[in-house]
Antibody, heavy 120, light 111 residues
Framework: QVQLVESGGGVVQPGRSLRLSCVASGFIFSSYGMHWVRQAPGKGLEWVAV????????YYADSVKGRFTISRDNSKNTLYLQMDTLRAEDTAVYYC?????????????WGQGTLVTVSS | QSVLTQSPSASGAPGQRVTISCTGSSSNIGAGYDVHWYQQLPGTAPKLLIY???NRPSGVPDRFSGSKSGTSASLAITGLQAEDEADYYC???????????FGTGTKVTVL
């Protein structure tokens, strides 16, 4: 069965960096695009970034463009989110999520999420 | 700030019908991009409920149905059950933003 397991969350000071990881299993990771989606405490879902199956195409929400970088290592079945110059408003649960296919834009599987808290 | 607007809450007694709307614009739903719906039970990750405007994944009860018209979409829950109490989000693509967008979310309460 499909499993997505995020890690790397924690408490970090404003202006610092953090890297999230998501290990995938149960499907051919190298064949699917992947998203990062976040949810601030008590708030709704916010799309963060998406990467194509081979890593050649990446797109970001305006709120994180220039600060966050999505990447993947298909040899390790792992998705990453490098978060730099963190702000208090980046505090959220970050979900790794799998695209149903490379030609449609819905998400069919989600990880359990990892909490990032940006605070001094 | 989300570009897809949903009513913050909806409620109904067990067995009743509840409808949730998702209003977008000419750069997302109105541009022809599909709408998808997710259910998020308290303390859990979201789960795909409806894809491609009106299709149910395997395992989703037929009490859930979706539709799309113009710049809006709707999710209907018929025969409301206690386990349907959750937050519901619509999702689409926005060409102006060149990115994916979620609705503001609707909390469904079973009275």
């Amino acid at each position: 069965q499909v499993q997505l397991v995020e890690s790397g969350g924690g408490v970090v000071q404003p202006g610092r960096s953090l890297r999230l990881s998501c290990v995938a299993s149960g499907f051919i990771f190298s064949s699917y695009g992947m998203h990062w989606v976040r949810q601030a405490p008590g708030k709704g879902l916010e799309w963060v970034a998406v990467i194509s199956y081979d890593g050649s195409n990446k797109y970001y929400a305006d709120s994180v463009k220039g600060r966050f970088t999505i990447s993947r290592d298909n040899s390790k079945n792992t998705l990453y989110l490098q978060m730099d110059t963190l702000r208090a408003e980046d505090t959220a649960v970050y979900y790794c999520a799998k695209k149903y296919s490379n030609y449609v834009d819905w998400i069919d599987y989600w990880g359990q999420g990892t909490l990032v808290t940006v605070s001094s | 700030q989300s570009v897809l607007t949903q009513s913050p809450s909806a409620s109904g007694a067990p067995g009743q019908r509840v409808t949730i709307s998702c209003t977008g614009s000419s750069s997302n739903i109105g541009a022809g991009y599909d709408v998808h719906w997710y259910q998020q039970l308290p303390g859990t990750a979201p789960k795909l409920l409806i894809y491609g405007n009106s299709n149910r994944p395997s395992g989703v009860p037929d009490r859930f149905s979706g539709s799309k018209s113009g710049t809006s979409a709707s999710l209907a829950i018929t025969g409301l059950q206690a386990e349907d109490e959750a937050d519901y989000y619509c999702q689409s693509y926005d060409s102006s933003l060149s990115g994916y967008v979620f609705g503001t979310g609707t909390k469904v309460t079973v009275l």
